[in-house]
């Protein structure tokens, strides 16, 4: 599922895990303040590695999250790591 001709699927996990994290408003605006982004920001950016990358660190900065989070999309803690590992290169 998170992988496409044996490749980890990084962005396909971080657009899962960004989902994740706006369904609690909350977490929404922790991510927004940590990452530095603004709603606006984010929609254009979103595209991009590095945003990809951050929505992931974020994850990582807060342990219950990266648990939560591979819990809910399907995939282990370490994969959601990675996926970040793999954006930052």
Not at 7 to 24: E, I, N, P, R, T
Not at 47 to 52: K, L
């Amino acid at each position: 599922m998170h992988e496409t001709n044996g490749k980890l699927d990084a962005s396909g996990m971080a657009f899962q895990a960004l989902a994740w994290a706006l369904m609690d408003e909350t977490r929404a605006e922790r991510l927004l303040s940590l990452t530095g982004l603004t709603p606006e920001g984010l929609r254009t950016s979103i595209a991009e590695r590095g945003t990809q990358a951050a929505i992931l660190t974020f994850l990582e900065a807060h342990e219950p999250d990266l648990l939560a989070c591979a819990a809910c999309i399907g995939v282990s803690p370490a994969l959601l790591v990675k996926a970040r590992e793999e954006l930052e290169s």
